[in-house]
């Protein structure tokens, strides 16, 4: 919802869902083949926990769900305000422990950098995913690579396999 062209949180008994681009501070991007494969985002302390989960009506590329240990994976977390609702932000990820851990771990660094605490104040970060694909008919990403830059120092960049690739 928009009031006077900026978007604004609109609370109903879905919980809280914003413009899924935050106003131009999320892009994706896709590959030639017309796949998802970047995210970029400038997270900011009003985005933390206003995502939504991973709508069941999505089937991402290649998904094949919870019997194959699949999630639908989103590019910026739910908890980072990433919206579960737009096909562009899910992909298909193995869920433990690659979603479970590895990018819950990661994610949680990010938001407590923008979160802030104690005597340590919050900062913008600059966060970006990377999904790369072992050719060019792959469905789904063999590589995850995460990289966050924040205002006050913080810094990530991690790279790490998708086991679902190989399903």
């Known amino acids: 919802m928009e009031a006077g062209g900026t978007p ?25 083949q017309g796949r998802v494969s970047e995210m970029h985002a400038m997270v900011n302390h009003d985005m933390l926990d206003e995502g939504t989960d991973a709508s069941q009506k999505i089937l991402p590329a290649g998904f094949k769900g919870g019997p194959a240990n699949q999630a639908r994976g989103h ?41 802030g605490g104690g005597d340590v104040a919050g900062q913008n970060v600059q966060y970006s995913v990377y999904l790369e694909y072992g050719n060019d008919e792959a469905e789904v990403p ?15 960049g991690k790279m790490f396999r998708n086991p679902a690739s190989d399903q």
């Open 75 to 115: 590019m910026l977390a739910n908890r980072l305000g990433g919206s579960g609702d737009i096909s562009d932000n899910l992909f298909t990820i193995t869920q433990n422990p690659t979603n479970n851990s590895t990018m819950k771990i990661y994610e949680g660094q990010i938001y407590d950098a923008v979160k």
């Open 142 to 156: 063999k590589w995850i690579q995460m990289e966050a830059v924040g205002d006050r120092g913080f810094s990530l």
């Open 8 to 32: 604004v949180l609109v609370h109903n008994e879905n919980g809280c869902k914003a413009d899924p681009s935050w106003g131009g501070r999320v892009q994706w991007k896709t590959d030639a």
